[in-house]
């Protein structure tokens, strides 16, 4: 019996070997067939049983390899019984699946899976074990949003819920006695966004970590994205430690708390548009400092051409006018220049192009391939209304910060503009944590987290919790849309192209 011969193995051998090599016929001419499975494809010089096949057929050819190619001995085919879509890439096909018979789809894959065993053996280098939590869980609503239900057929009023998150569970068996864990966990969320950031369905890594420190936390992620990119032939994130930014600071610097540090030099803030000739308008601004009056020029030119009469533009020569006065703290002495417009998804966009464009008029350089920081001390509550008995905290089991506990020791990373984690240092004392939910809007805290507060009873240490968006980071690392990296991915509302899911009734 000849074992099948994958087509990079046959690539390798040398004239005379006999193969069986297995896959889809790619390509068709009078000379040759081309046949194609996950590892490459080879040109067979057709057998008989190969006349009539068509592009799409499935196939087994047994072949010889010659000084200058393979020659068919026999064959074998499953004939496709319809011509292949002509859309199989896009996410939203329904044929999404047969991307897969693509060299670059299998690639991508492939190098994800790549970045999964490097992750698993840098983290085993630091003590870790890898340690799965069950997925069906009680409800915990760790985001302030309900989880999704798995009713029990034969009690219809009973059932389990399907986590957002493992942080529950893995700070369970943290305290019970793993110090270093983590697990690629498949995590669930509605969340109803067009972002191609959004996703029903996908993949977290989670650590959980005790007796350590946020800044000890800060060094062992840098060092495993360092390490994960590296193994990708990608740049470097740059020399640790990376930037770290409050998330007040954060808002008024950036107007936003996921900015793209690589363009960290021109602030974009928003900013009240009265001193700027727009009374009653919020002005989204991008800020040039050190800018003579040749960039100056140039950047009122961009302003008027992209956006027209609703170009804000003012420039200062010596920071002392009206941007000096209105955000003293932003601008240093020194010609700058602000351009925008009204705040919106319009203005966000063209300040992101022109920071773009302006690096390397600046610098003359090209910007860096990743600019990666960290956003600190999050506020504990969120402004957004809850549904009745949803708490609202942004950080639900994070050790509380300031005078009035109004802030959460949590974090983001931000890299390029795309928020890859969050993670907190958790409160462990059982009355604070006892408060922590009750102010956050917990209707019953005891009902709801009884079992973890009573964890806490037993000699909780100081105690972090991480997850990682694991597609976002591949997306980032290889250059393409998240859905790319997904086997038939949904939508944030759950849609799927494939099954047609949800299904209603």
Not at 193 to 213: C, G, H, M, W
Not at 253 to 267: H, K, L
Not at 339 to 348: K, Y
């Amino acid at each position: 019996m000849t074992l099948r011969t994958m087509a990079a193995e046959a690539a390798a051998m040398p004239p005379g070997s006999k193969i069986r090599v297995c896959g889809w016929v790619t390509d068709r001419t009078a000379d040759a067939v081309r046949v194609a499975d996950s590892t490459g494809s080879i040109a067979v010089v057709p057998c008989a049983e190969l006349d009539g096949v068509r592009t799409g057929d499935a196939v087994e050819v047994r072949a010889t390899r010659s000084a200058t190619g393979f020659v068919g001995a026999s064959a074998r085919v499953w004939p496709a019984t319809a011509a292949l879509p002509e859309d199989v890439t896009g996410s939203d096909s329904p044929y999404s699946y047969l991307r897969f018979r693509s060299g670059e789809a299998v690639d991508l894959l492939r190098a994800a899976d790549r970045a999964v065993t490097v992750a698993r053996s840098h983290l085993a280098g630091h003590y870790f074990v890898e340690a799965n939590t069950p997925q069906l869980w009680r409800s915990t609503r760790e985001y302030g949003e309900p989880e999704l239900r798995v009713t029990d057929p034969a009690d219809r009023e009973s059932g389990s819920w399907l986590q957002q998150s493992p942080t529950v569970p893995a700070m369970l068996c943290a305290i019970g006695g793993i110090d270093r864990a983590f697990q690629f966990s498949r995590c669930f969320r509605t969340e109803p966004s067009a972002s191609p950031l959004k996703a029903y369905e996908f993949t977290q890594l989670n650590l959980a970590v005790t007796f350590t420190s946020v800044e000890e936390q800060f060094r062992l992620l840098e060092g495993l994205f360092e390490t994960v990119s590296s193994a990708l032939g990608r740049p470097s994130w740059g020399k640790a430690p990376f930037p770290v930014i409050d998330h007040d600071a954060c808002i008024r610097r950036f107007g936003s708390d996921t900015p793209d540090y690589r363009y960290a030099a021109f602030p974009t803030p928003v900013l009240d548009g009265g001193p700027l000739g727009r009374p009653g308008q919020r002005i989204r601004a991008l800020i040039v400092p050190e800018c003579g009056a040749d960039i100056a020029q140039a950047l009122r030119s961009m302003a008027e051409r992209h956006l027209g009469a609703e170009a804000v533009f003012q420039h200062d020569f010596d920071g002392s006018g009206t941007l000096g006065a209105m955000i003293p703290d932003l601008v240093p002495s020194g010609p700058v220049a602000l351009v925008g417009c009204a705040d919106g998804a319009r203005a966000e966009a063209f300040v992101r192009m022109l920071a773009q464009a302006l690096y390397p008029l600046v610098t003359n350089e090209r910007p860096p391939a990743f600019g990666p920081v960290w956003i600190r001390r999050q506020p504990f509550l969120s402004d957004e209304k809850q549904e009745e008995h949803a708490h609202h905290s942004r950080c639900l089991f994070g050790r509380r910060l300031g005078p009035e506990g109004e802030l959460s020791d949590s974090y983001d990373l931000v890299v390029n503009g795309v928020e890859l984690l969050s993670g907190s240092q958790n409160e462990v004392d059982h009355g604070q944590a006892l408060k922590n939910f009750s102010d956050a809007g917990v209707a019953d805290p005891e009902e709801t987290y009884g079992y973890y507060l009573d964890a806490l009873r037993f000699g909780a240490p100081p105690l972090h919790n991480t997850s990682i968006g694991w597609e976002r980071l591949m997306a980032l690392l290889l250059g393409v849309p998240m859905r790319d990296v997904m086997i038939m991915p949904k939508t944030g509302s759950g849609q799927c192209a494939v099954t047609g899911l949800p299904v209603k009734g």
